[in-house]
């Protein structure tokens, strides 16, 4: 009698849950920006497609990527996550700061990879978005960061429209938060 109380239990609580709440968790999540969406091709050949779980969408800022990021929290718990954000947001370095604090906040124990951000001067300047994330980096180990605006500068990839790659840019950018994500955090 107890066990088919436990069992109908366990069998309405499984109802109630959101759905997706009792799946596997992924292994990796992307929050992100149009930077993000261009690399939805390659990336998956990088880290496997089964990994992934993507939650992307062209202009959007650090706070829009903020919500989708609490709204997936709700369904699962990812090993690393990839932020792609920042490219979008004004150019107060305290405001990106918190913003940074409140992503790594949410996400406690997982790995994030987060690209620095390179952008046209009409965009408003990023350096010290740029600085803020390497600081955050230094103070805290789960953070790792892509160094996309190294990669535009040197010239191993090119933005035709000053923001976004070429298919060759976004297969680069893939590989660099690949690499990023197997390499891990360092404890």
């Known amino acids: 009698m107890q066990l088919r109380r436990i069992t109908i239990l366990a069998l ?98 997982a790995c994030v990879v987060w690209s620095t951000v390179i952008r046209p001067a009409r965009k408003g300047p990023y350096h010290q978005l740029n600085r803020v994330l390497r600081a955050e980096a230094r103070r805290n180990h789960r953070l790792v960061l892509v160094d996309w605006e190294r990669a535009v500068r040197e010239g191993r990839v090119r933005l035709p429209d000053t923001v976004h790659p070429d298919a060759a840019g976004y297969r680069y950018r893939s590989a660099m938060f690949g690499s990023a994500v197997r390499r891990g955090c360092v404890a």
Not at 52 to 69: E, H, N, S, Y
Not at 75 to 88: A, D, K, R
């Open 12 to 109: 309405l609580l499984g109802a109630l849950l959101p759905a997706g709440a009792l799946a596997a968790s992924p292994r990796v999540l992307v929050v992100g920006d149009s930077l993000a969406v261009g690399m939805r091709p390659a990336l998956p050949g990088v880290l496997g497609a089964d990994k992934l779980t993507w939650d992307v969408k062209g202009g959007i800022g650090t706070p829009q990527g903020m919500r989708a990021l609490r709204a997936r929290l709700r369904e699962y718990t990812p090993e690393s996550l990839i932020v792609s954000l920042g490219t979008n947001d004004g150019s107060d370095p305290r405001r990106f700061a918190s913003r940074i604090r409140r992503v790594m906040s949410a996400v406690p124990r």
